[in-house]
């Protein structure tokens, strides 16, 4: 089993930065990839931003230049760095882990708010 411990979260005005870190735990063998996702309140989770084992990254088009990924491979921790932040940033914020098998793993997410 694997468990994923989400950290960072908080209420932040327009224009400011958030870190969240995303620590992975348990039977992890061939991770795939790392990333984060959100959902705002009456809308589906989407993507927010992934980064590969070999460290490939994909970002959501409305984060590019503002977001950044990164993995620190020895702690199995996942880090998403938000920087001009806007209130459609709001949103729970998760984090999820592929392996190679196709086996998926959630965190149990963290509030993001963003005031303009």
């Known amino acids: 089993q694997v468990q994923l411990v989400e950290s960072g979260g908080g209420l932040v005005q327009a224009g400011g930065s958030l870190r969240l870190a995303c620590a992975a735990s348990g039977s992890i063998l061939s991770i795939a990839y790392m990333g984060w996702y959100r959902q705002a309140p009456g809308k589906q989770r989407d993507s927010v931003a992934i980064i590969t084992s070999s460290g490939r990254t994909n970002y959501a088009d409305s984060v590019k230049g503002r977001f950044t990924i990164s993995r620190d491979n020895a702690k199995n921790t996942v880090y998403l760095e938000m920087n001009s932040l806007k209130p459609e940033d709001t949103a729970v914020y998760y984090c999820?882990?592929?392996?190679?098998?196709?086996?998926?793993?959630w965190g149990q997410g963290t509030q993001v708010t963003v005031s303009s």
């Open positions: 999820n882990l592929r392996l190679l098998s196709g086996t998926g793993y």
